[in-house]
């Protein structure tokens, strides 16, 4: 029974004897983890990077209309849409886990039937988080917005409702793709999604003069297309031992699996929604319309950074797992040094650029003086934010390798909410050190979060913790349900 119940996270594991053969000199080892990594982080960090340069690109052209327009835009897409999207994104994360270990057992048809409820758990949670797009003008104004910043957000936030409910089909369908190592499909279909999206957005905001409404639109088109192309492929014949067909074994054990989703969601939610509180927060602070845009364009250029380590979070979690799957330690350190050396020296080279162009920043977003000023003002604390991004997303990697996504779901809540938020509010309003303090409350939160986890990964390889990535039930069980059970 335990044979049946004990499956591989990601692969099988190579045998004893090869585990122990040791790769002579330190330089080749560092070679052999690094080709490893960059196998799973490549296609990773390239599909975010196209993605989230989408919704630059939009903010962007936003940005271009008028300073309130760029603020209506960044609290619609970073705020509501960013609030419901985290949450989806972190629902979405279960199937990390069950299509993984189902892939692992060779229970190939099982990744389409959690797929599809996936799906079903997603729908429902986007249902029930549409009023806050319908009504977010009321919610803004209750919460103590400007009425007008309030109602120029409410109409992006409707344009996007379309995106909200896309995310439904395409969140599940990239970890289904992901989890049989056909990320290239990803990247293929970002790759067609971007010139679609560039073109859609000039033509819709510049050539025909639609405004916000025509960005919001843009962005719409480019991930339904994205979607489709990945819809097709999956469903169309391009995974014929994973899909098999509608199932009504989608149905089946819906509540087990919104438990399942739950730690990896609060853990995705707790750290995207930090960054989200932070610009709306700054809207209250005198002069908001400026420090909503200065505080925006330097997260939307964090974020886009914030991209490629983000390809280490999964790349790192991948090597760690496996490692702590053959009860070796010392490999999962060694892959984590590696994976955070490389996003650290990544993040540096960055950083640099930040500071060397620190005068220039701005100028994709806006073209208001007070804009570009206010942001090169606050590009010293930029590049230092770019900097740590480096370390705290690979760390928390190794959390999630060594299953400890409540340890990161708690250490976020101490370091963002317990520590952050308070601590920014502080220094913003009791003594007015403005926008300044924001980008500094993100340090504070950050080194918290790297030394906590830290000091847990570390305490749980010194202990020799041989982790079991299993499932709650037995695959065996599993088929004869799947049979009893018709295919539609």
Not at 160 to 177: A, E, G, Q, T, Y
């Given at each position: 029974m335990e044979s049946q119940n004990s499956v591989p996270l990601i692969s099988e594991l190579p045998e004893k004897g090869e585990r122990g053969k040791i790769v002579p000199g330190l330089a080749k080892e560092v070679w052999e983890e690094s080709k490893k990594l960059w196998e799973i982080v490549g296609p990773a960090v390239f599909m975010r990077l196209v993605l989230y340069a989408m919704n630059i690109i939009s903010q962007a052209f936003a940005g271009h209309l008028g300073d309130r327009e760029l603020a209506a835009f960044s609290i619609a897409s970073t705020v509501i849409s960013g609030l419901s999207f985290g949450l989806l994104l972190g629902m979405a994360s279960a199937l990390e886990t069950l299509c993984g270990q189902a892939y692992g057992a060779k229970q190939y048809h099982m990744l389409g039937v959690y797929m599809q409820r996936?799906?079903?758990?997603?729908?429902?949670?986007?249902?029930?988080?549409?009023?806050?797009?319908?009504?977010?003008?009321?919610?803004?104004?209750?919460?103590?917005?400007?009425?007008?910043?309030?109602?120029?957000?409410s109409l992006v936030s409707m344009y996007m409702l379309p995106l909200h409910f896309i995310s439904v089909i395409l969140l599940p369908l990239n970890k289904f793709l992901q989890c049989q190592l056909k990320n290239w499909v990803t990247a293929v279909t970002t790759v067609a999604g971007f010139p679609v999206h560039v073109v859609a957005t000039w033509l819709l905001v510049q050539h025909f003069m639609l405004g916000l409404f025509g960005a919001a639109m843009a962005l719409n088109l480019s991930w339904a297309?994205?979607?489709?192309?990945?819809?097709?492929?999956?469903?169309?014949?391009?995974?014929?031992?994973?899909?098999k067909g509608f199932s009504a074994l989608a149905f089946v054990d819906l509540k087990d699996f919104v438990k399942l989703s739950a730690a990896s969601g609060v853990m995705l939610c707790l750290e995207s929604w930090y960054y989200r509180i932070l610009i709306f927060l700054t809207a209250y602070m005198k002069n908001a319309e400026l420090a909503v845009d200065a505080l925006s364009i330097c997260l939307s250029l964090a974020g886009w950074e914030m991209m490629i380590h983000l390809g280490f979070l999964a790349g790192t979690g991948v090597r760690v797992a496996n490692e702590l799957g053959a009860a070796n330690g010392k490999g999962a350190r060694f892959a984590t040094i590696v994976s955070a050396t490389t996003s650290f020296?990544?993040?540096?080279?960055?950083?640099?650029?930040?500071?060397i162009f620190h005068d220039k920043l701005a100028l994709i977003f806006s073209s208001s003086k007070a804009v570009i000023s206010a942001v090169d003002s606050i590009s010293v604390l930029l590049a230092l934010t770019i900097l740590l991004n480096g370390v705290q997303p690979v760390l928390s990697g190794v959390a999630v390798g060594s299953g400890w996504q409540a340890l990161v779901a708690y250490v976020n809540i101490g370091s963002y909410y317990l520590i952050g938020v308070p601590f920014g509010v502080l220094l913003a309003w009791g003594f007015h050190y403005g926008v300044l303090v924001r980008i500094f409350t993100l340090h504070i939160s950050n080194m918290n979060d790297v030394h906590i986890i830290f000091k847990g990964c570390s305490f749980s390889w010194v202990k020799g913790l041989k982790l079991n990535f299993s499932l709650n039930f037995s695959f065996s069980e599993m088929n004869g349900r799947a049979k009893s059970r018709a295919i539609f």
């Amino acid at each position: 029974m335990e044979s049946q119940n004990s499956v591989p996270l990601i692969s099988e594991l190579p045998e004893k004897g090869e585990r122990g053969k040791i790769v002579p000199g330190l330089a080749k080892e560092v070679w052999e983890e690094s080709k490893k990594l960059w196998e799973i982080v490549g296609p990773a960090v390239f599909m975010r990077l196209v993605l989230y340069a989408m919704n630059i690109i939009s903010q962007a052209f936003a940005g271009h209309l008028g300073d309130r327009e760029l603020a209506a835009f960044s609290i619609a897409s970073t705020v509501i849409s960013g609030l419901s999207f985290g949450l989806l994104l972190g629902m979405a994360s279960a199937l990390e886990t069950l299509c993984g270990q189902a892939y692992g057992a060779k229970q190939y048809h099982m990744l389409g039937v959690y797929m599809q409820r996936s799906w079903l758990i997603l729908l429902g949670f986007a249902v029930l988080l549409a009023p806050t797009y319908v009504f977010s003008e009321q919610i803004l104004v209750a919460l103590g917005q400007s009425p007008e910043l309030s109602r120029e957000t409410s109409l992006v936030s409707m344009y996007m409702l379309p995106l909200h409910f896309i995310s439904v089909i395409l969140l599940p369908l990239n970890k289904f793709l992901q989890c049989q190592l056909k990320n290239w499909v990803t990247a293929v279909t970002t790759v067609a999604g971007f010139p679609v999206h560039v073109v859609a957005t000039w033509l819709l905001v510049q050539h025909f003069m639609l405004g916000l409404f025509g960005a919001a639109m843009a962005l719409n088109l480019s991930w339904a297309l994205i979607t489709g192309l990945q819809l097709a492929y999956a469903i169309g014949g391009g995974c014929p031992e994973t899909w098999k067909g509608f199932s009504a074994l989608a149905f089946v054990d819906l509540k087990d699996f919104v438990k399942l989703s739950a730690a990896s969601g609060v853990m995705l939610c707790l750290e995207s929604w930090y960054y989200r509180i932070l610009i709306f927060l700054t809207a209250y602070m005198k002069n908001a319309e400026l420090a909503v845009d200065a505080l925006s364009i330097c997260l939307s250029l964090a974020g886009w950074e914030m991209m490629i380590h983000l390809g280490f979070l999964a790349g790192t979690g991948v090597r760690v797992a496996n490692e702590l799957g053959a009860a070796n330690g010392k490999g999962a350190r060694f892959a984590t040094i590696v994976s955070a050396t490389t996003s650290f020296l990544i993040s540096i080279f960055i950083s640099l650029l930040a500071l060397i162009f620190h005068d220039k920043l701005a100028l994709i977003f806006s073209s208001s003086k007070a804009v570009i000023s206010a942001v090169d003002s606050i590009s010293v604390l930029l590049a230092l934010t770019i900097l740590l991004n480096g370390v705290q997303p690979v760390l928390s990697g190794v959390a999630v390798g060594s299953g400890w996504q409540a340890l990161v779901a708690y250490v976020n809540i101490g370091s963002y909410y317990l520590i952050g938020v308070p601590f920014g509010v502080l220094l913003a309003w009791g003594f007015h050190y403005g926008v300044l303090v924001r980008i500094f409350t993100l340090h504070i939160s950050n080194m918290n979060d790297v030394h906590i986890i830290f000091k847990g990964c570390s305490f749980s390889w010194v202990k020799g913790l041989k982790l079991n990535f299993s499932l709650n039930f037995s695959f065996s069980e599993m088929n004869g349900r799947a049979k009893s059970r018709a295919i539609f």
